[in-house]
C-alpha cells in the first residue's frame, strides 16, 4: 500500500495544475486507479479513470460502492451544505495523502504530504 500511495501522489501531482484550471472553489472528482502488481510484487499504474466503472458485479463491490459514495459525499457536500439529518455509519477509511499549502488557507497547518523520499 504504500507504494500505491507514493503512485497516487505523484499522478496527482504530475497534473496538479490541470486538475482544477479556472480555481473553481468547492468542486470535486472521483478518480478510479486500476493496478497491476506483478510476480516480483512491484506495483504497477495501468490507468487512472476520470470516470470509474460503478457497477457492482460481485457481493464485496455492492456494499463497497454505496459506502464509498456516501462517505465521499460526506466528506466533500456536508462540510459546505449541512445535512439537515445526519446518520452515524462509523468512521470511514479514508486517508489524506496530500493536501497543498493553500488548500490549509496558506497557514500550511493543514498541509499534508505522505510521499516517501525516493530511494
Not at 478518480?31 to 504497477?44: A, P, Q, T, Y
Not at 495501468?46 to 455492492?62: C, R
Request: glycine letters at 4%; a negative charge; proline letters at 8%.
Amino acid at each position: 500500500m504504500p507504494r500505491i500511495h507514493d503512485i497516487i501522489i505523484d499522478t496527482f501531482l504530475s497534473v496538479r495544475k490541470q486538475l482544477n484550471p479556472s480555481n473553481r472553489k468547492d468542486c470535486f472528482e472521483l478518480f478510479g486507479f486500476d493496478f497491476l502488481i506483478d510476480e516480483d510484487m512491484r506495483v504497477w499504474l495501468i490507468e487512472v479513470n476520470t470516470n470509474p466503472y460503478l457497477g457492482m458485479p460481485n457481493k464485496y463491490i455492492s456494499e463497497l460502492i454505496p459506502k464509498m459514495l456516501d462517505d465521499m459525499a460526506k466528506l466533500v457536500v456536508d462540510p459546505i451544505y449541512e445535512p439537515k439529518f445526519t446518520t452515524n455509519n462509523g468512521p470511514n477509511e479514508f486517508e489524506i495523502l496530500y493536501r497543498e499549502e493553500s488548500a490549509s488557507n496558506g497557514k500550511g497547518k493543514f498541509a499534508v504530504n505522505k510521499r516517501r523520499p525516493f530511494s
